[in-house]
């Protein structure tokens, strides 16, 4: 059985903004230009909830962060608020004017239509409510700490702050400041400067990378081995998305200048799911061979996904003979409901009803004890008991 996904990839609907007479924020249904002169008149800050009809971090902020009423009060007495979907009507334009590129972006803009501060993505209650204190705040928010930045202020505490906040922003200059102050700040092994490195460098490439990592060490003892390692892995996401070829071995060179002696194997997984991603059975199929082969799994979870995906995409008698195998050592590292259904699943697909019933039954078994949904199951006993 296919594992549960870690990331909520769907979301049921979009709620409509609450009404003018309920809790939470009240969002105005003006044309941009009257929100802007409504702002200009009442010299406040407007709040644009810059989304579309897709997101889904958008729709969590609809439901559980919009209707709040600690934000809905703080929100209406503070800012005008807007909610404009950036693929219909005035939305297109006003991505363009203010580089709309991911969303939710959460933008606080004054009544001449310039932007004060901006954020980007997810934000719960908690979040929300110190994002829009800081937006009113001119010593914090982008728009003052901006102008901070440009009257000469260089102080690494300063440095740190703005960095924060133009990552927060996602802002397309920050590569260039932390140019400026890398070349500004020549003693990289002050721990101010590591921070800046380990927090805003993410181009393998750079200079400051690769200082990073031939100083790992340094730089896990200041903050933490499992945080370095999640830094690396965004590295490696953002290099994947600019990798315009499939070249093993390039990616496996990359892979152990980043990771060291653990790249071999992390190269292995990742060619695996590029695979699979591919749709590509027979290439799937040889790596995961590969690299069960060459790197032998104690988890019983990555044993029985990589099984179940076998089930889903090979057709060969052998290489399935090769999942059963994977599949009866999840279950005995640690028996479960996915990992029984995987043996059901995969012996159906071999022909072998004895054994695919027997393992089904006991699926079925285990999902009673454990609360689990087990109706696939049933359908695939339905389909046993007809070979």
């Not at 397309?172 to 921070?195: A, C, G, H, I, M």
């Amino acid at each position: 059985m296919r594992q549960v996904s870690l990331f909520l990839l769907v979301f049921c609907c979009l709620l409509s903004s609450a009404p003018a007479g309920a809790q939470g924020m009240v969002f105005s249904d003006k044309s941009w230009s009257d929100i802007l002169a409504q702002a200009e008149q009442q010299n406040k800050l407007i709040f644009l909830d810059a989304y579309t009809s897709w997101c889904g971090p958008c729709k969590m902020m609809t439901r559980n962060t919009f209707p709040n009423p600690e934000v809905g009060a703080f929100y209406n007495a503070n800012f005008i608020n807007a909610k404009i979907d950036m693929e219909k009507g005035e939305g297109p334009a006003l991505a363009q004017r203010y580089n709309v590129q991911a969303y939710p972006t959460l933008l606080f803009v004054n009544g001449k239509g310039a932007v004060v501060h901006r954020a980007l993505g997810y934000n719960d209650a908690e979040q929300f409510l110190a994002l829009g204190r800081k937006a009113l705040d001119p010593s914090a928010n982008l728009a003052g700490i901006d102008a901070r930045y440009q009257s000469g202020d260089r102080s690494d505490a300063f440095i740190l702050q703005y960095l924060e906040a133009k990552s927060a922003a996602g802002a397309d200059d920050l590569e260039n400041v932390v140019q400026e102050f890398l070349e500004t700040n020549k003693d990289w092994s002050k721990p101010k400067t590591r921070e800046v490195i380990f927090r805003h460098v993410t181009d393998l490439n750079a200079p400051a990378f690769q200082y990073m990592l031939d100083n790992r060490a340094a730089f896990q003892e200041q903050f933490g081995a499992e945080e370095f390692s999640q830094q690396l892995d965004g590295a490696l996401g953002q290099y994947f998305q600019t990798l315009e070829d499939l070249d093993p071995d390039k990616l496996r060179r990359v892979m152990e200048r980043v990771y060291g002696p653990e790249g071999g194997q992390k190269t292995a997984m990742i060619m695996m799911m590029i695979y699979q991603q591919m749709d590509d059975s027979d290439a799937y199929a040889k790596a995961a061979v590969a690299y069960l082969d060459q790197y032998p799994s104690e988890d019983p979870s990555e044993l029985n996904q990589i099984a179940w995906n076998f089930y889903l995409m090979v057709d060969d008698q052998a290489l399935l003979q090769k999942a059963i195998a994977w599949a009866q050592k999840s279950v005995g590292i640690q028996e479960e409901y996915a990992n029984q259904d995987t043996l059901a699943a995969l012996y159906f697909k071999v022909k072998d009803r004895k054994k695919a019933k027997k393992h089904a039954q006991r699926a079925i078994e285990l999902a009673k004890a454990s609360g689990e949904d087990y109706a696939e199951t049933e359908a695939l006993l339905a389909k046993i008991n007809k070979l």
